[in-house]
């Protein structure tokens, strides 16, 4: 009888993670899970469920996405490039901002190529830029440098060429 309450406070927005964290508890409850179950098991888990579950709103798979530790195992470059080929412009950017704090190796490549793509918005290829001034996997090499002189001196969106510089330095 609630269950379809809970779920339209779980879609809307803004959400905090402690509401995000009382809506899924609320849920399990109402699944018939213990309390003491909900509490034992890991918030990874219900989380990864709704990033995953691409029935589920792009909004509810971003927030969830973004209370995951981006080095959670799961968070692999499968997973990420699927929610990088997202519809939904919030998602792509959290899928980004999870990016840029990855540990997996082809995070620096992801990273690049998104920058690089004139067919992104500016604001997620300033979050790859940004990204790629962060602990990567590798040393800049040629290739990236290359990419961030030609960001900074030669989009026309602010962000993006500051995020560029910043990069640089």
């Known amino acids: 009888e609630f269950r379809s309450d809970v779920e ?10 402690d509401l995000f964290m009382a809506c899924l508890a609320s849920l399990s409850l109402l699944d018939g899970e213990s309390p003491k179950e909900f509490e034992k098991t890991p918030p990874a888990r219900y989380l990864l469920a709704i990033v995953t579950d691409f029935k589920r709103s792009a909004g509810l798979r971003a927030t969830a996405l973004r209370i995951l530790p981006p080095t959670q195992a799961e968070l692999d470059g499968p997973l990420l490039a699927g929610l990088l080929d997202s519809a939904d ?3 792509r950017r959290e899928a980004v901002r999870t990016l840029q704090h990855s540990p997996i190796a082809e995070r620096d ?24 001034a962060g602990v990567g996997t590798v040393k800049p090499g040629r290739e990236l440098l290359d990419l961030l002189v030609e960001l900074a001196s030669s989009e026309s969106a602010v962000p993006l060429r500051t995020e560029a510089i910043r990069t640089l330095r």
């Open 89 to 91: 412009e919030g998602l």
């Open 109 to 132: 490549r992801m990273l690049r190529t998104i920058a690089a793509d004139k067919s992104a918005s500016f604001g997620v290829r300033a979050d790859a830029v940004a990204g790629l």
């Open 8 to 17: 339209r406070v779980l879609a809307s927005e803004p959400m905090t993670t």
